[in-house]
């Protein structure tokens, strides 16, 4: 290790610390260099308390925001088993995906980014006790676009390639069945 000091810096035996050498202590207690980190203990009490808030907070809130319920994860592993049959096509899934519940004749819609000459796969599959799920796309007027559909009851998706480049919505809606959880993921290519 190389320790490059800027040329003005004061040397041991300046008279910035008064011809002593650094770190001096003297035979009195209290006296030195462990005073002077004691000075600055409650500081860095602080501020290692504040590094281990800010840790714990950003765990808490990883660990919250990763909370699924069973029926939730239930409903994401048919949604890949769904969405795994695309990618033996040649369609990648994306990362994220959407879970939470719904009721009969109440749509989710999922905001999402489309590029034009792309392919999607929109899948979404729910647990009992539903009993079809319906998947709709439109466009960011609101006019519903032409999809290819796949419905299997409490599994369904879309097919779609769009023209032009934008912000689509996905609608997932619960056709028939009692209240239920569901998952939404989007595959492309």
Avoid at 8 to 27: C, I, Q, W
Avoid at 94 to 111: F, M, N, S, V, Y
Wanted: aromatic share 10%.
């Amino acid at each position: 290790m190389r320790l490059c000091l800027p040329p003005d810096a004061p040397l041991a035996d300046s008279s910035f610390n008064n011809g002593k050498p650094p770190f001096v202590t003297r035979n009195v207690e209290g006296g030195g260099r462990s005073s002077r980190f004691m000075k600055s203990a409650p500081r860095r009490a602080r501020s290692g308390s504040i590094l281990l808030l800010s840790i714990l907070a950003a765990v808490s809130v990883t660990i919250l925001k990763a909370a699924e319920t069973d029926q939730e994860v239930e409903a994401r592993k048919a949604a890949l088993g769904l969405a795994g049959a695309f990618s033996n096509d040649g369609f990648k899934m994306r990362d994220g995906h959407w879970c939470g519940t719904i009721k009969p004749h109440e749509h989710a819609l999922i905001a999402v980014n489309l590029y034009a000459g792309n392919q999607y796969w929109f899948t979404a599959a729910a647990t009992a006790p539903a009993k079809k799920l319906a998947v709709n796309v439109y466009d960011e007027t609101g006019k519903q676009v032409s999809t290819e559909t796949y419905d299997a009851g409490e599994k369904a998706a879309a097919g779609f390639s769009p023209t032009s480049s934008g912000q689509y919505y996905v609608s997932v809606g619960l056709a028939e069945g009692a209240e239920s959880s569901v998952c939404f993921i989007y595959s492309y290519k």
